[in-house]
């Protein structure tokens, strides 16, 4: 869980730094490369290549392409038609996805966690802006998307990571943004635009945050935190997301927000979680 909770903070900064600084300004697929590029090379060094099964490889491999390689590029694109605040509103889907997800690889369904996880879509549906019209539509469907491919990813990378019990996380996990680059050099070969590949010093600075911090060493704590909760509570942390970092908008940029709808919807995700912790004390694992 304190992995969890320290990414969600982390994170929080990422929406605003590619919203406000990287967005229109530098090429996506490039910052997609530059992001997942860095990440690889930290996790070069603790890498095993040998003595681990290659189907273990290729589906993590698999599980890093979709998560972060395929995330990335729907996710980059969608600041194209979005502010930031409706790119961080419009991920109150997510939880859905990731119990759906989560329990369709299990092969059950469990109505309890949709519970917890709807009341904390409600808190982050709280929290939306007014007056998103079908102008909205093309980059409402990119975060779908985005959204999709994260809940798969961190979902699937959970249930790997419980039939491999003996196997240390660290040693693996460079195959995961492993992945995610294969992805990321194809997209890049195919749409990067030429034009748009030459960062200001201050730009070097944030794709070197996200690649190094947010997406190195991120992706890793989460993933490891995500194997040590149930995936309600996974859900419910994927929506915490939402009030942490239109706060962090608002603290760096000063984004109009309305504070009454931003206190209520974030009391409703925190009570959400308490309510699933009580389901879990009296009613036994969901």
Known sequence: MRYLILMTLIWAFSFSFIGEILAGRVDSYFAVLVRVSLASLIFVPFTKFRGIATSLKLKIMLIGSIQIGFMYIFFYQSFLFLSVPEVILFTIFTPIYVTLVYDGFKGRFKPLYLISTGIAVLGAYIIRYQNVDSEFITGF??????????AIGQSAYKKVMESNQDIVQSD???????????ISVVAFALFAN??????TFIQWGVLLWLGIVASGIGYFLWNKGACEVDAGILGIMNNALVPAGLVMNLLIWNTPTDYVSLSIGSGVIFFSLALHYRFIRHYGSL
């Open 141 to 150: 469907l990119m975060v779908q998307g985005a959204n999709i491919c994260f």
């Open 172 to 182: 693996v996990f460079g195959y995961f943004h492993f992945g995610a680059l294969i």
């Open 194 to 199: 030429p034009e748009k590949l030459s960062p």
